[in-house]
């Protein structure tokens, strides 16, 4: 059998292992420790932002946030329908109610008019949510200027869900740095990971320490345990932040060989648009730069002689080559059917003809040549 090519694989260099090996050497095995002030600082230096706490994810830097912000049982929280999972199901942690808002064509995200739409509905209704999720799909930053001018209208906080988007930004300014709280992930397919691990940001150093405080268990000032708030075991430790420090230092490297990636699927589809298909690509919108942790297209069947995504996807599962449709919209899962959504067609269609290629940044040569040998053969078929 064929040797697997990942979707996006954990890319490990010579420093990472210098790292841990420091925390075995100095018996940091224990939470906490200086890998994760340094890890720490280093977020602080790629993101601009005053104040970090590194987590066990980004689901539980998602869930602190919502609490930070007061977000209690039946309280609503306008959130991304078109994402992952891990962005909304927070909300139900806390018991409140999620509401889904579309996304827009260009970047993919949260639609800014649709969020202006429901807004203007909550209020009347005298009920504004507690708290917007937009994300950064795939590298891709969302509209965040028009959608912090709109939540600003209504003085709504936004928790920016950057988690697939470190080493992304607009105008320089980096994703992650927007919102009342920014989220970042870590996790094994991530640009850079620390195996699992997560990270909040703020410019709010009182929050960020209350994030800490809950994070490690809520264990107030005493020389026995005591506990006067319920407190969360979501603290990263000392060894995955070594990981994550080494994985840091080659930040810029892993989202240059993403962006390579990108251009060198755009080059190759290329030549099979001009023989009259219509691959479309997640272009960057002026001003904005994508580290393009993953390289998606969108194959509408009626515009490219009948191919469908599907059937590239198993034609490159068959070659073991691992391939994943965009993500289905929140509004589509089963666990949400009855939540409330806002809709314009878009996520749906993205999730109808959208997939995700192979997108690592240690793809090999040979392991572009297997890929682009069973597209041909795919192509050939529609020709």
Not at 94 to 105: K, L, N, R, T, Y
Not at 225 to 254: C, K, P, T
Not at 269 to 292: D, L, W
Not at 316 to 334: A, C, G, S, V, Y
């Amino acid at each position: 059998m064929k040797s697997k090519i990942w979707l996006s694989s954990p890319h490990i260099g010579e420093s990472e292992l210098k790292y841990v090996n420091e925390a075995f050497v100095t018996n940091w095995i224990a939470p906490l420790g200086p890998h994760v002030n340094a890890f720490e600082h280093g977020l602080q230096v790629q993101t601009k932002s005053s104040h970090v706490a590194a987590l066990s994810s980004g689901t539980s830097a998602i869930h602190l946030a919502l609490i930070l912000l007061g977000v209690k049982a039946g309280d609503i929280v306008f959130c991304q329908s078109f994402t992952f999972s891990a962005s909304a199901n927070p909300i139900a942690y806390q018991g409140a109610i999620p509401i889904f808002i579309d996304s827009e064509s260009e970047t993919w995200n949260m639609d800014p008019i649709l969020l202006k739409f429901a807004l203007d509905e909550a209020k009347q209704n005298g009920k504004l949510p507690k708290a917007i999720i937009p994300v950064h799909l795939y590298g891709m930053p969302a509209k965040m200027d028009e959608i912090l001018s709109i939540a600003n209208e209504y003085g709504v906080p936004v928790i920016e869900d950057a988690a697939e988007a470190l080493g992304s930004s607009i105008e320089n300014k980096p994703c992650g740095s927007y919102g009342e709280f920014g989220v970042l992930s870590f996790n094994g397919n991530k640009i850079i990971t620390t195996s699992g691990g997560g990270a909040l940001l703020s410019e709010n150093a009182e929050m960020i320490e209350k994030a800490r405080f809950l994070a490690t268990q809520a264990r107030d000032s005493a020389p026995h345990y005591q506990h006067s708030h319920i407190g969360y075991n979501y603290r990263m430790s000392n060894v995955l932040a070594g990981i994550g420090r080494g994985q840091l230092e080659v930040l810029s490297d892993r989202v240059a060989s993403r962006r390579n990636n990108f251009e060198r699927y755009k080059h190759y589809f290329s030549k099979y648009n001009i023989a009259g298909f219509n691959i479309h690509f997640q272009e960057e919108p002026e001003g904005y730069y994508s580290n393009r942790w993953l390289t998606c297209i969108l194959i509408e069947p009626t515009k490219n002689k009948g191919l469908t995504r599907e059937e590239i996807r198993l034609a490159m599962d068959n070659e073991n080559i691992e391939t994943r449709p965009l993500w289905k919209p929140m509004h589509q899962q089963p666990v949400f059917s009855t939540s409330k959504s806002y809709l314009n067609g878009v996520s749906d269609k993205l999730f109808e003809n959208g997939l995700c290629l192979p997108s690592g940044s240690n793809l090999t040569e040979h392991e572009f040549e297997r890929i682009f040998n069973c597209l041909d053969n795919i192509f050939s078929k529609h020709n």
